[in-house]
Nanobody
Framework: VQLQASGGGLVQAGGSLRLSCAASGGTFSSYIMGWFRQAPGSEREFVAAISWSVGTTTYADSVKGRFTISRDNAKNTVYLQMSSLKPEDTAVYLC???????????????????WGQGTQVTVSS
């Protein structure tokens, strides 16, 4: 499984960005896809997740109402639409894939078996 994240950049506070995560090398209908972020000196933080099959979503409280995760099954791509961005959203954003053995915690990075390389998002004040 390979994951390729893109779409990061520099944006002013209040602006928007859309991140993409292109998945390949597997059959993803049973997977859960997630976005995490990591700022310098901080731990990796859960942002959002979506089940590929039925599209069920879950969000971190810090982004709820501002970020939207979605997927395009035909393109094997997951998106993270980010709006009303704040300087504290600045981080490297990583996409990840999880094949749900048992009942994994979606908010725990160690639950995800596959990771992309990350894309930098910088929000200026």
């Amino acid at each position: 499984v390979q994951l390729q994240a893109s779409g990061g950049g520099l944006v002013q506070a209040g602006g928007s960005l859309r991140l993409s995560c292109a998945a390949s090398g597997g059959t993803f209908s049973s997977y859960i896809m997630g976005w995490f972020r990591q700022a310098p000196g901080s731990e990796r933080e859960f942002v959002a997740a979506i089940s590929w099959s039925v599209g069920t979503t879950t969000y971190a409280d810090s982004v709820k109402g501002r970020f939207t995760i979605s997927r395009d099954n035909a393109k094997n791509t997951v998106y993270l639409q980010m709006s009303s961005l704040k300087p504290e959203d600045t981080a490297v954003y990583l996409c990840a894939a999880l094949y749900p053995y048992g009942s994994p915690s979606l908010r725990d990075p160690s639950s995800f078996q596959f990771w992309g390389q990350g894309t930098q998002v910088t929000v200026s004040s």
